[in-house]
């Protein structure tokens, strides 16, 4: 624990402008970002009588290690750069809502030729409406089944479209009349795009027009006696209604309004929203956070508006936007608001009418949710509490281990070895911090050796980051500087600065690079209170012994022994026992086959990419769109090992050049076995494993066995 006095800024050194500052802990993580009108009044009460702060204010200053701010020159950008290093660096202090759910939207594609209306869920993509978000997606599917009578908008996937196009027959949403079918030219693209406009603007809430019209048609139609006509206009008609039904008005005039409100106690919050378009509501969404600061309802109400309208831009944000309490101040928001719509924006309490009447429903889901989720936290809260606090007593630790990595190694009979590293704090999963490897420092299968590897690498980067901030002490230096030059010549290993290490985008970065001093979270610089490996007395004793010859010591270490579920100690000839009904035993079972999971979906996606390969790969300057055409052209790599030169330069875009290096890697390539149904025993000679990469499943060839989950470790 920190005394706040030691990083307090010394008098004068705060400027008295508007700013936005954050809080960093010892390892120089961000815990806390903030914003303030005057950076020298709003800091200079974090550092006050300890007695006075809120608890939860206390904790964070007594957390961090320094504090440092950035001046702004108004309080809107302000606003913005607090939202904005918020997303950034995840700060563990800051207001955070977490929703429970990914709600479904009603998007409509119209960056597209044809335009396709279908269930979206996730970041939202340029070029497409949304509509929403809905409770259900059956909800949408519902609404979206009525409104194709009337607006016939492809709903396909791309892949059915196509096929479709190719045969020349519609799908039969085409021919039941649900479907305008643009993929055998019934509509032009024009007259299809005119179609998912008028589609966009009825869910928009410009109804009247289209019932009106209709009605027209209907009434013309039953004077030149086509009844026929005049009953399927009837029928589009009760079809719109029905529709429009499923959402009633609730405020008049067609109003366009956000209403929020917010329930809370003294440790959560609740924020509910409904979204009012057309002056019906269109959807629904909540959250729930931790009151980790102390913070006014306001200030709720503030984060909440950064959360939700953070990424949208024009009719995204409405003209209104109803709250129970307004921000402190209020200009700088809806002068932000005002920004991202584009025309104005009003911030307000109701105070009478519908709108009031309405903001009390809200506020009555809103104390529901808070109710809901309490019941489901409460024991979710004391259930990681208490298996924390099992784990701390059984592995004789000093307090509860907050932060645990778990690794894993992979490989299927020796080939193909990585690893893996899950993160969990707190007893959750932090996937953010997932980290996966690659063993090159050997061949071969050795699941000792290849942990004894990975902790190396983990904890090397570690103390290179530690070395890097000056946290290291001159012996320390020493020491380790020592233990990193045994590692890297220990077993004919790799360098490190010749090991690719990946994370969990896939994206590569060199073993020893550090992004600049910008207090994210990210890689190998926060230490775990404990370490656990998936395996028995020997991965753990590899593991003890690269944290050893680092100087690490620390950082505890433990092993689960997937046989009979027993925790092993370093040095400990007897392992540790939890009972079977144990939550500690329970969470060091999750944060293992977690690891396990991560692992193996790892190795299998490099099994995979390995099984695809093609000698065509070999040839310098052949991109993938070439390869294809090669393939297609000639049908497998079999047939094109046998082309001329002369007939491979007749492949579009292939020169003499290319054709003869093609030529000569597949002249110098073995041809690889041929591939065999494992259920019949035929030999399927035309194709080679490999020649295409649109299948999805990988192919088996002669001489490799079937895949056995056992032989996946």
């Known amino acids: 624990m920190a005394d706040p006095s030691s990083y307090r800024p010394k008098p004068g050194q705060i400027p008295d402008s508007p700013g936005v500052y954050k809080f960093r802990d010892e390892h120089r993580r961000v ?65 955070k809502y977490r929703d429970d759910k990914s709600y479904p939207y009603l998007a409509v594609t119209m960056n597209e030729e044809f335009p396709r209306v279908q269930v979206m869920r996730g970041h939202k993509r340029k070029g497409v409406r949304y509509f929403g978000p809905y409770g259900h997606a059956w909800a949408i599917r519902d609404t979206v089944d009525l409104l194709l009578r009337v607006f016939p908008v492809r709903t396909c996937s791309a892949g059915v479209f196509k096929n479709a196009a190719r045969t020349g027959r519609p799908c039969l949403l085409g021919y039941i009349g649900k479907c305008s079918a643009p993929c055998v030219g019934r509509v032009s693209a024009e007259e299809h795009g005119e179609l998912a406009e008028e589609f966009c603007d009825f869910m928009a809430g410009r109804t009247g027009t289209y019932i009106r019209r209709l009605e027209k048609q209907m009434t013309d139609a039953a004077e030149e006696m086509e009844y026929e006509r005049a009953a399927r206009l009837r029928d589009d008609i009760e079809a719109l209604k029905k529709a429009m039904e499923k959402s009633a008005v609730v405020l008049a005039d067609a109003t366009d309004a956000d209403l929020m409100a917010v329930a809370e106690d003294e440790l959560e919050a609740a924020v509910q929203i409904f979204h009012v378009r057309g002056g019906r509501v269109r959807g629904q969404r909540g959250w729930v956070t931790d009151k980790v600061e102390a913070v006014t309802t306001g200030d709720l109400v503030e984060h909440a508006l950064q959360q939700l309208y953070g990424e949208e831009t024009g009719d995204s944000v409405p003209k209104e936007v109803l709250v129970p309490a307004l921000p402190d101040p209020v200009e700088p928001v809806q002068e932000w608001l005002t920004e991202r719509r584009g025309s104005n924006v009003s911030l307000r309490i109701p105070q009478r009418g519908d709108k009031k009447a309405l903001m009390e429903t809200v506020q009555r889901n809103a104390l529901q949710a808070l109710g809901l989720h309490k019941t489901k ?105 020592g233990a990193s030059a045994e590692g890297a010549t220990q077993g004919n290993a790799t360098p490190e600065s010749a090991i690719l290490e990946s994370d969990t985008t896939g994206n590569a970065f060199a ?203």
């Open 377 to 481: 936290r409460a024991s979710d809260l004391t259930t990681r509490s208490r298996a924390l606090e099992e784990i701390a007593g059984a592995l004789d630790l000093d307090s509860a281990p907050l932060r645990i990595e778990c690794y894993d190694i992979s490989h299927l009979q020796g080939d193909d070895v990585v690893a893996s590293m899950v993160v969990f704090e707190d007893g959750l999963q932090r996937k953010s911090e997932y980290r996966r490897f690659q063993i090159k420092g050997f061949e071969g299968q050795d699941d000792v050796r290849s942990m004894h590897e990975v902790i190396t690498r983990r904890f090397r980067r570690y103390l290179a980051e530690k070395e890097r901030t000056g946290e290291w002490t001159d012996g320390e230096n020493a020491s380790t500087e």
């Open 511 to 713: 073993g020893n690079a550090f992004t600049e001093d910008d207090g994210r979270p990210k890689r190998f610089a926060y230490p775990p209170q404990l370490v656990v490996v998936d395996g028995g007395q020997p991965q753990v004793a590899a593991a003890k012994k690269a944290l050893d010859e680092l100087g690490i010591d620390d950082i505890a270490v433990c092993g689960l022994a997937k046989r009979l579920e027993e925790v092993w100690l370093p040095d400990e000839d007897d392992p540790v026992v939890l009972p079977r009904t144990s939550e500690g035993l329970y969470l060091l079972q999750r944060v293992r086959d977690e690891a396990h999971r991560f692992a193996i979906t790892y190795q299998r996606t490099k099994r995979a990419k390995r099984f695809r390969a093609s000698p065509l790969d070999e040839v310098a300057g052949l991109g993938e769109t070439r390869k294809q055409a090669l393939i297609k052209h000639f049908g497998s790599v079999k047939k094109l090992r046998s082309a001329t030169i002369d007939q491979i330069c007749e492949v579009p875009g292939i020169g003499r050049k290319t054709a003869a290096a093609v030529a000569v890697a597949l002249a110098q390539a073995a041809p690889a076995a041929p591939a065999v149904n494992t259920a019949t025993g035929e030999i399927m000679e035309d194709e080679e494993p490999g020649t295409t990469t649109d299948s999805p499943e990988e192919p088996v060839s002669a001489g490799a066995s079937h895949e056995r989950r056992g032989q996946e470790t």
């Open 31 to 95: 815990i806390y970002v903030g914003k303030a009108k005057s950076l020298r009044q709003r800091l200079a009460s974090y550092f006050q009588d300890l007695a006075g702060l809120h608890p939860r204010t206390r904790t964070m200053v007594t957390t961090a290690a320094s504090v440092e701010w950035t001046v702004v020159s108004t309080e809107v950008e302000a606003l913005q750069l607090e939202y904005s290093w918020i997303k950034e660096y995840d700060p563990r202090f800051n207001v």
